[in-house]
């Protein structure tokens, strides 16, 4: 193993420790009771650490939570009101679990956990100013960071995905070549969790310090059995090869930790794109202005972000005097030679996306940058300039037909091609954006849905222009999941005031009578609901979540929708309460919504080009069925799944632990050796 432990586990290391913000994050100057926690448990007491973590992660939320501001680029923002709820919500469900819930009540000795309300009104500007740029200016990003925790500057609770599928089979490649039974166990145990808890989605653990880009794992219980497992096996293995670090390493690595966290939020910030009413001049140098900040992050982090790679590159533990040397010698290099040696130490570090915010170029910002480019090009559009217009078009090879935009959405959602989803939808939604004219039919827009002569309808347009929200907070964008469904509210505003006005005319009979239009209007707005119930889920507001997704199921039940029994978009929401009900763990609930999903599979005419994937279903089903010890049920489910795709890692990672709880451990032990076979492959 002693490749994996100079090259493959120093990355190992680095992901566990740096990504997850874990063991070496819950020292804090301005939370000193944190600090207790964390020295227990570094001490690697393996009975104790979770009832540890649980604890150190309410002083930190306890210490956000008195704060009230988070420091984004130097500035103290203000933490809005919703994120304050959610937070004395995290605080509530914390102070339970520690109080009635603990794994070893001598754990905790005599431990009470007690906060007071989130303070209101912390910062000095809001979020809001901050993303307007109207406030002075700093220079903070140009400078380096103290040595405060990323959990004194800290307040964001958006849930994003850091931690991807394909990470975790990097580290299933590492266990494939270890001989550390420790290491091994570790991994086997994230399989399992993963599975259980993901669903074959991405996941990201949490031990203990918000992030704009981590989802606080004590709201979803089940994640705690990850941080265990990655906590027990990292103090072990740090005993073991006597990888201790001093003072000074221990300082360089808080510094690191820190830098990535700042950089992260900021990098989020900066690809969070608004939505524009109208594409005049006004709006052109709004987006011009938004391009710059794409310029200064890169060359105001370029030393920062050189600074990370380096420190990854190191072969050791750098000392925090080592660290600054290293930037001073970074200091003295031109912006090419910095780009080209971050591409350098980029290409030896096999998850270097799971740092997206440290790589001179990502997906992520293409995909930000093609939104700015496609809208300014609409402003020089509407003010004549034709030629620069079409010359963006062009370097972006989108086309602005809405047909074409329609046709590739279907097309896209079909084989579940992200980027192109977003590639058609920002053209559509464009398209409504200059359209003024409110109307139940669309005749110059090809239906999606029927056949019928009066073209694409107002509810079918509702439903593509709810994808850019739902793709956006599937991936886990929640910032840019909120503006476009900030877009989606105001198109069903539209709708809504059409109604209303079409309602106090005499002669509306004419056209289409009262019924009609509400009935339009109530299918509409259903996707708007189901789309703040996708958002709320993922920010872990279950009840709220539940009441809207009930809410949009209710209208699309009792709506005569084309003159079918049952709604076509039906599915695609059941879809979402049945993940809702999973995530919150509710499987009675979740089990229910299943019995509904397959009844519309079998009498609805369902679309066939919805969100609805039933292979993802029908795993989940698998894991509901293993969950409530109907073991035979989820067999049968997983097989039928295995002869659609034999391929399937997880498939075999699920069968596994089935025949374990069955007692059944030789067929255990085959399909282990199976999915470990899968995993090396790819």
Known sequence: MANIKKKSMRQLILILLLTF??????????CPDREVWKNKIYAGDEKCIDDWTRIATFEARKCQCERGWALIDGHKITAPETDLKQLESQLEILKY??????????????????????????????????????????????????????????????????????????????????????????????????????FGKNFIMNLGIADQNDIDFYNMTENLAQAVAVGVWVASWFKKEEVILNESQEEAFHYISNLSTQLRRVFNEVRSIPTYLEFSQNTLSKLEIIEEQFILYKNSTIIKRALFWEYQKFEGYLTIDQLQETRQNLMKLSNKELLLK????????????????????????????????????????????????????????????????????????KVDNTAAILSFYDPLKTYFLQKKEVSLYYSELVPILTTNNEGLSRVSATYLMCLGALIYSKSGQLSQAQEELVFLQFFDKELKNWMDFNKSIKEKKKAHGDLKIQNEYNLAHSFVLATEAL??????????????????????????????????????????????????????????????????????????????????????????????KKYNKALISLEFLKKKNPKNPKYYSLQKSIYLAMGENDKATILGQQYEKLILEK
């Open 21 to 30: 913000t874990g063991l070496s994050s819950f020292s804090q100057n301005l």
């Open 97 to 198: 679990q520690i109080q009635h819930e603990q794994m070893y009540s001598s754990c905790i000795a005599e431990y009470t956990p007690n906060y007071s309300p989130c303070r209101r009104n912390g910062g000095d500007i809001t979020m809001e100013q901050y993303k307007s740029g109207n406030f002075p200016k700093s220079n903070e990003i140009n400078k380096l960071p103290s040595n405060s925790n990323s959990g004194n500057d800290v307040l964001e609770t958006n849930s994003s995905v850091v931690v991807k599928d394909e990470y975790l089979g990097f580290l299933n490649q590492l266990a494939g070549q270890s001989k550390d039974p420790d290491f091994r166990e570790m991994v086997n145990t994230m399989n399992e969790n993963h599975e259980t808890v993901s």
């Open 342 to 413: 971050i591409d350098n130490a980029v290409k030896y570090f096999s998850a270097s996306e799971a740092f997206a915010h440290m790589l001179n170029s990502s997906n992520e910002l293409v995909i930000s940058q093609n939104k700015i480019l496609f809208s300014k090009a609409k402003c020089y559009e509407s003010m004549g300039k034709v030629d620069l217009a079409d010359e963006i078009f062009k370097k972006l090879n989108i086309s602005t037909d809405p047909n074409s935009a329609i046709n590739g959405l279907i097309e896209s959602i």
């Open 535 to 628: 958002i709320l889920s993922k920010q872990h507001s279950y009840d709220l979540a539940i009441e809207k997704i009930n809410e949009s199921i209710s209208l699309d039940e009792n709506t005569n929708n084309l003159g079918n029994l049952t709604s076509p978009y039906l599915l695609f929401k059941l879809e979402i309460k049945f993940q809702i009900m999973l995530s919150k763990k509710n499987y009675q609930e979740a089990n229910n919504v299943a019995r509904e999903i397959k009844i519309q599979q079998r009498t609805s005419k369902a679309i066939d080009f919805n969100f609805f994937d039933d292979k993802k279903f029908r795993y989940s089903l698998a894991f509901l069925n293993f969950t409530s």
